[in-house]
């Protein structure tokens, strides 16, 4: 019996209990079915759990999302701007726009907020919290929610499933927001996963952490880490499932890292300037933690992200890539492949039909799978390659 | 006084007892002017020390290079080749090599041998040592040499200093290799230091590996390290100077770092592809360690290479790179300077003149200077911006 299924369509407010909108508040200058600022509410207040940027430079709305205790009702986004690089003004406005989502919406529980644009710009207020009024949240908002957080996307990033439990079901809904690879200046990830099992904050956090390290952590656009980045999880209950033993645990854990692995890739293949999606599989690994320090090397490495932009099946850039990674290496027992096609066996040269390489390296996806042949650990990243226009875009892009 | 002095057109046959020479032995397809076959001697048997890249894939003749104890008569070097992911061939390929030098030149010290060129092809090992017979090395050979060991670099870079010494002087030359920005498949850094002053190998190896974490180790040009980085110093005591009290230790590594550092900077600044040499000076620092590592990381990240490319004074970006740096950090205690106009006071932007800072953005070479406001930990690094012909080069580069 499959464990879950995908829900067609599905996005934050798939979940019970979940009502989002998203609206333009004027933070971007006006377009077509632009909108910029959105909001996530919970009918009950949930338990959640949070991952922040590594950055040491960070916006002043993680600053207060780290002071948030208890239970939470719901989350602010703007974009527009990063509300990074204020002063302690970032901190008070924070503490300000969500205060008045507590009074609007009426709820004794704190709200969190994310923002995201230009770095070293104040966020006007005053729009902000003046256009909280004008938020009209209901179960069809997700896609509105979507809407608003994006930046320099060209499509919104939404999915949910459906997970089978002995009390029924209950659901797991997930939103990102991450620049492709044309879009750096605007490069915050961020993601919201909503649920209606019942799980406790203790709980979430340590299997946000395991699925984030499986997925976010391994995508790679340019090597730069934002000073905004988040993922938050939220637990309503709504579905009346509660979440606590062992097999129950390890049941939400896959279902949620399908969730954030299939909002990752999105980001990995989002931008017009990428021409490949590079996917890199890596097994034989000494252990799990080797095997995604090897495949992110890979992913990230400027040479072999040039390389596949060049369609050039040049197997010693990857083997390049990964002896730099921090991860147990025995050259000699390394074998690779590219979509399909082995290109090296013991840390050398095979002789592969090239045509076939060549041909390979024309899809859009490329599959790299590495073989360490030391042990079990397996891991997976996601990339894109590096092209003329990621150059031209960022260096076009003015303050 | 000053304590040294550089030398006109000085280059490794600069200092006493050193001679060189620099062949065509058919590794490269040929051109006007291409050698791909440099020998390096000295009369007397060296003192040496080295260091060698990170990458736990590397080549077998830095492999090579680990197995020889004692004293040393010379390197040879080959580029077209990095003798990298041949299997077992590649360290019985070196040794052949290396013995037929010591035949040739009739030495009973071993000589040391690097490579470069592209990974996981075989060197012509018959082709090399034919070829050894015809050397032909003189004090005349420094720039033949340099000549020899470069790939796509568009110059050789040579430098020798004059230090003053109680018992008269000596000479310190050095040599390097390093692809620019445009040329990351030939990505190999080899450089050789040559000195006539008489040290030994114990101290020497302090000296050079505290000159390498302040000069090649602190250039960015892709973030790529390759598999075959290699630096060698060598000591043949010629001008019977003994370097030996700590007074003279350090007035040896004052002129060492002079030497590093200039060959690092031409580095730097080689390759058509670039249109920005950037330097980052960072002061305050807790530490000498956190002021290389922030430095090395504003200078590494593609969204500052961009912005410098694009002539955008995004000080947001700096504040981005500073953050990822594994340093402490206080964001409100940062100052950022870019050529002489200082861009963010308190972490925060000042208003800086735009025009003037455009026009800064205009010169060659582009100095950022960040006073963390912490210590007094001073550290430089250097690298180039990131443009469409690197692209463009590196996608286009057929194996």
Redesign the interface.
């Known amino acids: 019996m499959k464990k879950f299924k995908k829900i067609k369509n599905g996005n934050v407010t798939s979940p019970d209990g979940f009502i989002a909108d998203g609206i333009f508040a004027g933070l971007k200058s006006a377009g077509e079915d632009k909108l910029d600022l959105g909001i996530l509410i919970s009918e009950y207040p949930c338990e959640w759990a949070a991952t922040y940027t590594?950055?040491?430079?960070?916006s002043s709305s993680i600053d207060y999302c780290k002071e948030v205790k208890g239970k939470i009702k719901g989350i602010i986004v703007n974009s527009g701007s990063?509300n990074?690089?204020?002063?302690e003004q970032g901190l008070i406005d924070a503490r300000n726009i969500t205060n008045k989502c507590e009074e609007i919406f009426q709820s004794k529980s704190p709200f969190l907020m994310s923002s995201t644009g230009?770095?070293?710009v104040e966020i006007p207020v005053g729009l902000i919290i003046s256009s909280i009024e004008k938020f009209s949240p209901d179960i069809s908002g997700g896609e509105r929610f979507s809407r608003a957080i994006i930046t320099t996307d060209s499509k919104t990033k939404n999915v949910s499933v459906e997970v089978n439990s002995k009390n029924g079901s209950y659901k797991i809904g997930g939103v990102a927001k991450g620049s492709g690879m044309i879009h750096?200046?605007m490069?915050t990830m961020l993601s919201y996963i909503t649920t209606d099992a019942d799980i406790s904050s203790r709980n979430l956090t340590k299997i946000l952490r395991k699925s984030v390290k499986n997925s976010f952590n391994q995508i790679d656009i340019?090597?730069?880490?934002?000073?905004n980045d988040t993922v938050v999880v939220m637990s309503n209950g709504a579905s009346g499932n509660k979440i606590d033993t062992k097999e129950d645990i390890d049941k939400f854990q896959d279902a949620l890292d399908y969730v954030t692995q299939y909002l990752a890739r999105l980001i990995a293949e989002d931008g017009e300037g990428i021409s490949h999606l590079i996917t890199v599989e890596v097994k034989g690994a000494k252990n799990e933690n080797d095997a995604l320090e090897v495949s992110n090397a890979v992913v990230s490495?400027?040479?072999v992200k040039?390389?596949i932009?060049?369609?050039?099946?040049?197997?010693?850039?990857i083997?390049?890539?990964?002896?730099?990674?921090n991860?147990e290496?025995l050259?000699?027992k390394i074998k690779i492949y590219v979509n399909g096609i082995q290109i090296?066996e013991?840390?050398?040269?095979i002789s592969f039909h090239y045509q076939s390489v060549l041909s390979a390296l024309n899809k859009f996806q490329i599959d790299i799978v590495i073989d360490l042949g030391i042990g079990d650990g397996r891991g997976m990243a996601w990339g894109s390659d590096?092209?003329?226009e990621?150059?031209?875009f960022?260096?076009?892009?003015?303050?």
Request: glycine share 12%; proline share 3%.
């Open positions: 590594d950055n040491k430079i960070k990063a990074c690089c204020v002063g230009v770095i070293g750096p200046k490069g340019d090597g730069d880490t934002s000073t490495s400027s040479l040039t390389a932009f060049g369609k050039d099946p040049n197997w010693g850039r083997m390049m890539a990964i002896g730099n990674a991860a290496i050259r000699d090296a013991e840390g050398k040269s590096l092209t003329e990621y150059v031209i960022n260096s076009a892009y003015t303050t």
